[in-house]
Structures are given as structure tokens and as C-alpha cells.
């Protein structure tokens, strides 16, 4: 698995591509292209938050409920009456030992489920919520006719000038995993 699968362990772009991209946002771009790029990019945001804070809470509420379930299967266990010995046809009898202690809720499972339904839930509602941000935002820049048209040609020319600046880099040697940046 990939460091790269999780937002929070992703690289950023590096500073070099940072200013390509800044400099392609200045000189290809309106105010209002940029107003709505920036627009977009808070949506996304505010769904990825609001996502990750849903699924973060379902994912505890889910985690309580069955914390409460196992706790009951535990007390309907302990309060039956168990046999305690175990008769073959031959009359040997042999001792049904008690798996009560090995079946009580421990604070071990408790943090285990918290935890693993907790991360979970953030991963899957944050990954939500980039989806849903991403089609809100793909709307609110779609809505502007001609303002699409110039963000994806600002965007090409700036794939364009990245992929040769990365290409540079290679033909120096200096380009890849081992201290440059990549796509």
C-alpha cells in the first residue's frame, strides 16, 4: 500500500511547481477565473471537513452501539445456566470447563473498536465529502461559460511546462523519487 493513499501523508507539489502554477494563475487567468478557482477549492474543503466530522461521529455512534450489544450478549451469556460436565452413552463424564472469563468485554476490544470504526469512518466520510465537493465544485466553475474553457487551457499549459521541467530534470539526472518532484 502506498503512502500516497492517505490524504494527510500525500507530498505537496514542492516550491518549484508551486510558483509554475502560481505564475500560470497570474498570466493565464481572469480575476473572476481565479475568484471562482478559489471558490471551488473552498467547497471542496468545507465538504471534505463536514464529511470527515459526519463519518467521524457515525463511525463513534457505531462503535457505542456495539460496544452496548457486546456488553449484552455478555450479561445474557453469563446469566444462563451452563452445563458444567459432559455425559457420553458410555457413562464417562468429562468437565465442560468455564469460557465465561474468556468471553467478558475487555478494555482492549473497547479501544480497538473505537479506534479502527473511528478511523474508518474519517477516512471513508472524508473521501466522501472530496467526492461530493468535487461535483459542487465542478458545477460552480461549469456555471461560468468561457471561465471553463480558459481554467482548462491554463491547466494544460501548465501540465505542458511541468512535464518539461520534469523531463529536464531526468535528462540532468536529478528528476524522480530521489530528491526531485514528481507528477
Known amino acids: 500500500m502506498s503512502s500516497d493513499s492517505l490524504a494527510m ?6 516550491p518549484d511547481l508551486a510558483k509554475l502554477a502560481e505564475q500560470h494563475l497570474q498570466h493565464d487567468l481572469t480575476q473572476a477565473d481565479r475568484d471562482a478557482l478559489q471558490t471551488a477549492a473552498r467547497t471542496v474543503s468545507t465538504h471534505v471537513t463536514a464529511g470527515s466530522l459526519l463519518g467521524l ?3 463513534t455512534l457505531l462503535a457505542y452501539r456495539l460496544r452496548r450489544a457486546r456488553l449484552a450478549n455478555f450479561a445474557a451469556f453469563s ?7 459432559l455425559r457420553f452413552p458410555s457413562g464417562r463424564e468429562e468437565p465442560i470447563p468455564d469460557v465465561t472469563a474468556l468471553l ?3 478494555t482492549v476490544g473497547d479501544i480497538a473498536t473505537y479506534g479502527l470504526l473511528g478511523f474508518g469512518g474519517l477516512f471513508l ?11 459542487r465544485a465542478r458545477q460552480g466553475i461549469s456555471r461560468e461559460g468561457g471561465g471553463r474553457e480558459r481554467i482548462q487551457g491554463a491547466f494544460r499549459k501548465f ?3 511541468a512535464l518539461r521541467k520534469q523531463a529536464e530534470a531526468l535528462e540532468r539526472g536529478g528528476g524522480g523519487r530521489d530528491g526531485g518532484w514528481s507528477l
Request: hydrophobic share 35%; glycine share 18%; net charge positive.
Open 79 to 85: 446469566a444462563r445456566e451452563k452445563p458444567v460436565a
Open 104 to 106: 467478558r468485554p475487555s
Open 159 to 161: 501540465q505542458a511546462d
Open 57 to 59: 461521529a457515525l463511525s
Open 125 to 135: 466520510g472524508g473521501e466522501t465529502g472530496l467526492l461530493t465537493g468535487g461535483f
Open 9 to 14: 501523508f500525500r507530498k505537496s507539489m514542492g
